[in-house]
């Protein structure tokens, strides 16, 4: 398989049985410990399987089989009747290269489009001191899909909850992609 080839055997699907939550869980902590490193205090997680069940059962999960084997995945939700968004985005390292991440997130713009939203969203979690170059590379990334910097925000105002998990003092970046011109 070369880069940016999509294995032939690649299904995208919303999973219905809650209990793909704890793979789930540990595929998002997994990727976020080294794609957030040095951002979070020692023994901070992303996730946990009781909140991916939930979200399992809300139909917000996404998820990418490779042979039946998870392999990446991302949460969708509507967060009003015009806007959709996208989070916990995570491809397995093993599998990166190869378009998952492309399709899952293409996979969530139909799927807030077929539920009537005209808008997608993300967050992404920056530090305020430094560049990290993991998140420069996704800003690249998401600039590249048509995704559109709107506003940065306090992550201590918005997720006080979070910021007390941080071992710097992050930000997030909120982004925006209009789907009726997508």
């Known amino acids: 398989m070369s880069a940016r080839t999509e294995p032939a055997s690649l299904r995208v699907e919303i999973p219905r049985d809650p209990t793909v939550a704890a793979e789930v869980a540990a595929l998002v902590n997994r990727v976020y410990a080294v794609a957030e490193e040095g951002l979070w205090r ?55 290269g190869h378009g998952i991440g492309r399709r899952l997130v293409g996979f969530a713009e139909r799927l807030s489009r077929e539920r009537g939203l005209t808008a997608m969203r993300l967050e992404l979690l920056v530090p305020t001191g430094r560049p990290h170059p993991g998140k420069q590379e996704l800003h690249a990334w998401y600039t590249r899909l048509g995704y559109r910097v709107t506003r940065n925000g306090a992550i201590h105002e918005q997720y006080p909850e979070l910021a007390a998990l941080l071992a710097v003092p992050c930000d997030y970046v909120i982004y925006h992609k209009d789907l009726d011109r997508a």
């Open 42 to 96: 020692e023994g901070a997680t992303r996730t946990t399987p009781p909140e991916v069940a939930g979200m399992v059962r809300q139909g917000e999960i996404v998820v990418a089989r490779l042979d039946g084997r998870i392999v990446g995945c991302v949460r969708v939700q509507a967060l009003d009747e015009r806007v959709g968004e996208f989070g916990m985005l995570a491809t397995d390292p093993a599998h990166r």
